[in-house]
């Protein structure tokens, strides 16, 4: 984490050591709630409000990502091979798409409609082929 803190331009601090393994310990969709948790188990002396800030500055200089998946944002590590997901709004399923996938769409965008897609994590919601079917969709 030290290194890959010094890489994005932080200075390691204690604290931040602290959050970034809590978000790294939650896996790919930690949501506040777990990283607060997991924060205040290893270190009860470190606010929810230095856990916010620590957050957005980690956000703002993309050594994490934040996501939408449904009504709660997750954070996870940005990873070096951008990927997106595939979220069913039904059940929850996640499923990773790596961005080779994605990429056809993405240069069509940019060729219809001169729009550069700079984000390297995007979530598509629907509904994974059990519940489609379930459904009858």
Not at 27 to 45: F, Q, R, Y
Not at 104 to 128: K, N, R, Y
């Amino acid at each position: 984490f030290d290194e890959r803190m010094r890489k994005y331009g932080f200075r390691v601090t204690p604290q931040r050591r602290v959050i970034i393994k809590a978000i790294w310990d939650n896996g790919e969709h930690a949501t506040l709630e777990d990283i607060l948790t997991d924060v205040h188990k290893h270190a009860p002396s470190i606010s929810p409000a230095t856990v916010y800030r620590t957050l957005e500055l980690f956000i703002e200089r993309n050594l994490v990502v934040a996501t939408q998946l449904g009504t709660q944002t997750v954070y996870e590590i940005a990873s070096d091979h951008p990927h997106h997901h595939l979220h069913c709004r039904n059940c929850g399923l996640d499923q990773r798409v790596e961005l080779d996938q994605f990429r056809a769409m993405i240069d069509d965008i940019d060729q219809d409609f001169h729009f550069l897609v700079e984000s390297e994590h995007m979530v598509l919601t629907g509904l994974c082929a059990h519940c489609r079917e379930a459904l009858g969709k």
